[in-house]
């Protein structure tokens, strides 16, 4: 099919059509995503930066705010322990090295959720057999940043199904995790800073800048599907 469009001749090919508005639609979808995404990542330094003007509340006063609101809070307060557990979050590299990150939970106050702490990593065994020697100290003085907005992917189980403590994990996923445990958990986890172990945790890898910069280069591929079908269509004169 030919079709005439500002003076100039078009010859419609309707597998090239296809294969454009096909790419086309994927490229802009992948625009939009990012851009998404670069919202979602302003929002949370937003909610960050706000929390930090306010300072950091106690336990009990955070508990009273709906959880989507405690993502990115400072906390403090003095947390014991609940030993023996420890989940050690598998597929943590740091610089290239293979380890682990160090989960326990802590309790902050009688009769409330017993919180998740992530106190940073820890280099891997070269064995996959073994797990790394971790010692857990008794109290925390808790400063650092709440997550509630966690994410957390995974395919199959998530928890080892036997051994001891430490045990191994492969996302901080709370529900799957109190599996193991008698006391319940809260619906988050907590980054922190003064740790023996290595801090590392950063709440946004990517800034919105970077997405929205990805959002602008899948637009213009975009952009030039159309201009390379096109192209592609013009009828040269015989």
């Known amino acids: ?35 998404q995404r670069a919202e979602q990542k302003q929002q ?20 009273s ?6 993502d990115g809070a400072p906390l403090q307060g003095q947390a014991r322990w609940l030993a023996p557990a420890v989940w050690l979050v598998d597929n943590q590299v740091w610089q290239g090295r293979p380890g682990y990150d160090v989960l326990i939970p802590v309790q902050l106050a009688p009769e409330t959720p017993a919180l998740l702490v992530n106190l940073g990593w820890v280099a891997a065994p070269e064995s996959r057999q073994q797990l790394p020697q971790v010692q857990i100290p008794a109290q925390l003085q808790l400063v650092g940043l709440l997550r509630t907005k966690l994410g957390a992917f995974r395919l199959g189980d998530n928890l080892e199904a036997v051994g001891q403590w430490p045990l191994r994990v492969q996302t901080i996923d709370p529900p799957s995790l109190a599996q193991r445990v008698d006391f319940p958990l809260f619906q988050g986890v907590f ?13 946004v890898v ?29 009828r040269k004169e015989a």
Not at 191 to 197: D, K, L, M, S
């Open 1 to 35: 099919m030919q079709i005439r469009i500002f003076r100039q001749d078009f010859v419609v090919r309707w597998w090239l059509l296809l294969i454009t508005v096909a790419a086309f639609l994927l490229l802009i979808k992948l625009s939009g995503w990012q851009w």
């Open 206 to 234: 990517l800034p919105p800048a970077k997405h929205r910069a990805y959002a602008l280069q899948w637009l213009l591929l975009a952009v030039a599907v159309l201009i390379v079908a096109a192209a592609a269509s013009v």
């Open 44 to 63: 949370q330094l937003q909610q960050i930066e706000l929390w930090q003007q306010r300072g950091a509340p106690d336990w009990l006063t955070l508990l």
């Open 65 to 70: 705010y709906p959880l989507a609101e405690l």
């Open 191 to 203: 980054y922190q800073q003064q740790t023996p172990f290595l801090h590392h945790y950063q709440p």
